[in-house]
């Protein structure tokens, strides 16, 4: 699934980004809890969260995530902006709820990665 | 590369905005380096991990982080409270942290055993009171 399928059937609003949307997606997170995330390796993977701050960017980061999609209309800040530009991160935002935004993706075929434990 | 490359950083105390900064340089040094994505990315979380536990529990500290063609070294030291018992500290959910840091999405009690789960060594050094020295290896080959 691509980023740009995925901002479609999520009927989700680009923050920055748009020009990822050809970029491959191979699985999904959704998760407010960063620490969790954070045990959780799969690559090129998207992240739902409804958690609206600087380390959402910095996880991605570190976890080679292409595009964090914030549930419930969550709105990053300009840094957090500025962050996942200079990172090459996708930021899209979605008006769904976490459950509903994952139950979306999941039937249009996206799946959890692996975890850990 | 033949030769060892030192990297030193200061970890800002109780600055949860800055905390990753120095796990997102090494990050990048490493992936300019040519080291290969899954050892670089495994770098970047066990540093990251240990990076937010020394801005949450231990007022910041050093990070020196030696890159060598054999193996990635990153020594975190901190003079913070110290950990009382290192094995229940290891035990996955075991956490210390306080409710603002949950709310800011950490503080699940994974980070110290995605420490060990990402690094190929790691020996915690640790005395209550006097501080935590944490080093964590990553094999290159």
């Known amino acids: 699934m691509t980023i740009g399928n995925i901002c479609r059937v999520l009927g989700a609003k680009y923050i920055t980004g748009e020009e990822y949307a050809d970029r491959e997606v191979h699985s999904a997170c959704g998760s407010d809890m960063m620490s969790d995330v954070l045990a959780f390796v799969k690559d090129q993977a998207v992240l739902l969260t409804g958690l609206c701050n600087q380390q959402v960017i910095r996880t991605a980061e570190m976890m080679d995530i292409v595009c964090v999609v914030f549930v419930r209309g969550k709105q990053p800040d300009e840094c957090m902006i500025s962050m996942a530009k200079e990172r090459g991160i996708a930021l899209m935002t979605t008006e769904h709820r976490m459950f509903s935004a994952c139950g979306i993706l999941y039937e249009n075929g996206l799946r959890g990665g692996m975890s850990y434990l | 590369m033949n030769e060892k490359l030192t990297l030193s950083y200061e970890v800002p ?43 949450i529990h231990a007022h910041g500290g050093t990070i020196n982080v030696t890159i060598s063609p054999e193996e990635i070294e990153m020594v975190l030291k901190d003079e913070g409270p110290g950990i009382e018992d290192i094995e229940l500290a290891l035990q996955p959910g075991f956490s210390t942290a306080p409710d603002n840091i949950r709310a800011l999405g950490f503080g699940a009690g994974m980070g110290l055993l995605n420490m060990k789960k990402n690094s190929d060594e790691m020996v915690i050094d640790s005395t209550v009171g006097v501080g935590t020295t944490v080093t964590m290896k990553v094999y290159i080959k």
């Open chain 2, 13 to 55: 105390a109780d600055d949860f905005t800055r905390a990753g900064e120095a796990s997102g340089s090494v990050k990048g040094m490493l992936k300019k380096m040519g080291v290969a994505p899954d050892i670089v990315r495994r770098v970047a979380i066990a540093m990251y991990e240990g990076e937010i536990n020394m801005v």
